[in-house]
């Protein structure tokens, strides 16, 4: 009889965790710039989930309300439009809001080296320079914390198409705490007390012909 009890309990704790990963999912992401040298890959180039940057049904006229660097740009407001003439039912605020969960959830996962969340978020060029750079890290001996303290800024700063890919740029500005340790557990890097302020643009992407309603992250810069 215990051991009946025990399969159902393990039956629902999985079935909650898948669907979280259903809910969380269809985040985007990559990742950039510090204002200090970080033990993470964004400087180098940062499976079933809810449909993001798309309207749900019955909002058609669904506003947009999303933060643009600049709203007067005309090749970002033809790039969004180019986008919304290719997939009718894009919503920018959708997508903004899923930019911004995706942020904090890459961070996190690349800290705590968690493969499958970033396998699941990041393009596989990107994926394989995260996967590398824990590799390193844990072959140092060292640990990684992230604590992603508030998203002071996020804009959209480029839209448009490529091909039947919709591409989408943000830049973020937030404050974290960061800090590495080694295997004894000296810090070596960063400072666990103190927030630093960190701007990063991450690009996201999404075949707009494809059933598949997931954006990935495949691509960062530094800021100029």
Same mark, same amino acid.
């Given at each position: $009889? ?12 999985? $079935? ?6 259903? #809910? ?6 990559? #990742? ?26 019955? +909002? ?20 969004l439009t180019e986008i919304r003439l290719q997939d009718p039912h894009f919503d920018l605020d959708h997508?903004?809001?899923g930019a911004k969960a995706a942020f904090e959830m890459i961070l996190t996962a690349f800290a705590r ?6 396998? $699941? ?39 448009? $198409? ?28 960063? +400072? ?21 309603? +997931? ?5 960062? #810069?530094?800021?100029?």
């Amino acid at each position: $009889m215990s051991d009946g009890f025990a399969y159902l309990d393990i039956l629902f704790f999985a $079935m909650i965790a898948a669907f979280v990963v259903f #809910r969380l999912g269809s985040v985007l992401g990559r #990742r950039t710039g510090h204002e200090r040298r970080r033990e993470t890959p964004f400087e180098a180039a940062p499976d079933k989930v809810v449909p993001f940057g798309r309207r749900a049904a019955g +909002n058609e006229e669904a506003g947009e309300t999303a933060p643009i660097a600049d709203a007067a740009d005309p090749a970002l407001k033809a790039g969004l439009t180019e986008i919304r003439l290719q997939d009718p039912h894009f919503d920018l605020d959708h997508f903004f809001e899923g930019a911004k969960a995706a942020f904090e959830m890459i961070l996190t996962a690349f800290a705590r080296g968690d493969r499958d969340t970033l396998r $699941m978020l990041l393009a596989p060029e990107v994926y394989d320079s995260f996967a590398r750079a824990i590799d390193e890290r844990l072959a140092r001996g060292h640990e990684l914390t992230v604590e992603v303290v508030a998203i002071r800024r996020a804009e959209v700063v480029e839209a448009g $198409m490529r091909g039947r890919r919709a591409r989408i740029t943000v830049r973020f500005l937030s404050e974290q705490i960061t800090a590495t340790r080694d295997a004894e557990g000296h810090l070596v890097d960063g +400072n666990p007390s103190k927030i630093q302020e960190v701007e990063d643009i991450w690009t996201f992407e999404r075949d707009v012909r494809s059933s598949d309603p +997931n954006w990935q992250l495949v691509e960062t #810069r530094v800021p100029e």
